[in-house]
């Protein structure tokens, strides 16, 4: 059974930046590509960001240039640094282990962007 932890969300102003923290109780790891999605009440969860277990980088266009993912093997754990912050990045965040076609989930925490 994998479990996901995420921690570091926040309140942040506008322009103000955030690093959102996951650390995976599983000794696979390192052979498996990470992601971070968000969701907003209402809305369908949104994929952000993926890094894979050789280390290629993909983000959504609406977080490029804004925020990066990266990984930690020796320590089972993924960041999302996420700088810039605007008000449309309030969702609830999520990170995600791949395993084949299914995909295991943390409980999420809270970013919120407001002034």
């Known amino acids: 059974q994998v479990q996901l932890l995420e921690s570091g969300g926040g309140l942040v102003q506008p322009g103000g930046s955030l690093r959102l923290s996951c650390a995976a109780s599983?000794?696979?790891?390192?052979?498996?590509?990470m992601e971070w999605h968000r969701q907003a009440p209402g809305k369908e969860r949104e994929l952000v960001a993926v890094i894979t277990s050789d280390g290629s980088r993909n983000y959504a266009d609406s977080v490029k240039g804004r925020f990066t993912i990266s990984r930690d093997n020796a320590a089972d754990t993924v960041a999302l640094q996420m700088n810039s912050l605007k008000p449309e990045d309030t969702d609830v965040y999520y990170c995600?282990?791949?395993?084949?076609?299914?995909?295991?989930w943390g409980q999420g925490t809270q970013v919120t962007v407001s002034s």
């Open positions: 599983t000794s696979i790891f390192s052979s498996k590509s």
């Open positions: 995600s282990m791949v395993m084949g076609l299914r995909k295991y």
